[in-house]
């Protein structure tokens, strides 16, 4: 709880932060639900980039799974029958190429305190009421130099739906309708850039023989799922920062995926059909890029070599080595 409690002072003293900005710099309405809407998403653009050495690390742990395919293919082929022994042999295999699945989720993991955080902070102004003597204002909002603010974030409203509305408590707001309406479309908007951006993962940047891809299609199903029906519990400032983190998460992914995609893929196959197209209308020779047997690809015009992820190999077969 105490570490809840520290997030949440972190929270909402950002969106404070952004509030200011937004309504003393830029001269937005202080009281207006768009004001505290943009000030959600600026709170979505200092996570997302306090984030970006972890989906570096993310990268690289998806690269490195991709390395070891051939091993794992081998485990899973030699241990079909023995379940616990396949099991062993491929936490063995990761403990000795140094290769931690859990890396490529470690993004959306550490998000999901800040999302309660949110979801917190959200409640505690819905609940706002300077009339109760046992109410305290979430996070920063109990502070002196922060007296207000709860009260213009609780009134706060977008098309006249208030930011702590769910649609399952819609009756308890002002305009029901516009609630139910408002929290659907952000519930649908959530889940289809869920979708998106799994499936763009999925399609342009895993190789086609790729055991794990089995894995992500079920998740490309499930995730979208389960925000949809947990979504009718989340508020609309919630649903403002998950939809605004999924299009961080899709700008973010397209473009490693189109700089930087893992060879054997179809984005590597379209990146190298952009070079010879580049290089054809330069008029010089087409470039290809070939791995070597080291893992480095040459071009095979110029010979200049380009940096490529090595093949990751064991401890026992580096000693053979």
């Not at 046992?134 to 098309?159: R, T």
């Not at 023989?209 to 490309?220: C, G």
């Not at 609309?236 to 995926?257: K, R």
């Amino acid at each position: 709880m105490f570490i809840l409690d520290w997030l949440k002072d972190g929270v909402s003293w950002i969106l404070v932060q952004f509030h200011q900005i937004l309504s003393n710099v830029l001269g937005m309405n202080p009281d207006s639900g768009w004001t505290w809407a943009f000030a959600i998403v600026g709170l979505v653009i200092v996570i997302r980039i306090v984030l970006i050495p972890l989906f570096v690390k993310q990268i690289k742990a998806q690269r490195g799974l991709q390395l070891i395919q051939p091993q794992m293919k081998e485990i899973q082929k030699k241990y079909a029958g023995d379940k616990e022994r396949q099991s062993q042999e491929m936490m063995k295999l990761y403990k000795e190429t140094g290769t931690n699945p859990l890396s490529s989720c470690l993004p959306i993991i550490l998000q999901a305190p800040i999302f309660f955080a949110l979801f917190g902070v959200l409640q505690g102004v819905a609940q706002y009421n300077p009339a109760d003597p046992n109410y305290v204002p979430p996070g920063v909002f109990s502070w002196d130099q922060y007296a207000g603010l709860a009260a213009s974030m609780h009134d706060a409203q977008i098309f006249g739906v208030p930011l702590y509305a769910t649609f399952m408590h819609a009756d308890e707001t002002p305009n029901p309708i516009n609630t139910r309406i408002l929290a659907l479309v952000m519930i649908a908007l959530m889940t289809t850039t869920t979708f998106i951006t799994q499936r763009q993962l999925i399609v342009k940047n895993s190789a086609p023989d790729n055991p794990m891809v089995r894995q992500q299609k079920i998740l490309l199903y499930v995730f979208p799922v389960i925000f949809a029906v947990s979504g009718i519990n989340f508020p609309i400032g919630v649903l403002i920062y998950w939809f605004t983190t999924n299009l961080w998460s899709m700008g973010q992914q397209f473009w490693v995926i189109r700089n930087n995609p893992q060879p054997g893929t179809p984005a590597f196959e379209a990146r190298e059909a952009r070079r010879a197209a580049k290089a054809a209308r330069k008029g010089a020779p087409a470039i290809e890029s070939i791995p070597d047997e080291s893992g480095e690809v040459t071009d095979t015009e110029s010979g200049t070599p380009e940096r490529q992820q090595p093949k990751r190999t064991s401890r026992s077969q580096r000693k053979k080595k």
